[in-house]
């Protein structure tokens, strides 16, 4: 499947061609006592490889939205509260994920082929934390996010973030 596919649906535009040095904007999710965004700070460079994603529109959004330079927005689930904690950016872009055709880990795919890759993983490096966490409680509270995919869609690890939804969030952050 090819950026092409994706020329339908809600979210078309985060597979569009884009203009010179645009940037685009993200969230991906990890449950803080998996590995948290005080733990990507601590990384070798603040940056490790996003992988383990197993979910074809999550994979979708990674492997042909995602570009070098984009901002992410660094989500704790399954924590209290559950919240946007920080920025990263993506460092690498889009390269089978080694951890597919790994027999002894947990992300193991028997189905996937290094020669034909079904899964894939991006790099992302720490920019910095939010002034303050802002939660999923204050983000649903909020209008002007109703129709923000972590709202719509809150089971994908890798969503889309419109620029007004970024803004939005980095302003609330701010409060």
Known sequence: MSPADHDQGKWAWVFAPRTPNEKRYWLVKSEPDVFSFDDLRAAPKQTTQWDGVRNYAARNFLRDGMKKGDRVFYYHSSSNPQAIV??????????????????????????????????????????????????????KANKTLADMALVRIGRLSVTPVTPKEWETIVAMSER
Request: no cysteine; net charge negative; proline share 11%.
């Open 86 to 139: 920080g920025i990263g950016e993506v460092a690498r872009e889009a390269y089978p994920d080694p951890t597919a055709t790994d027999r002894k880990h947990a992300g193991f795919d028997a189905k996937s082929d290094p020669n034909n890759p079904i899964w894939f993983a991006v790099d992302i490096k720490a920019v910095a934390p939010l002034k303050r966490p802002v939660t999923l409680t204050e983000i």
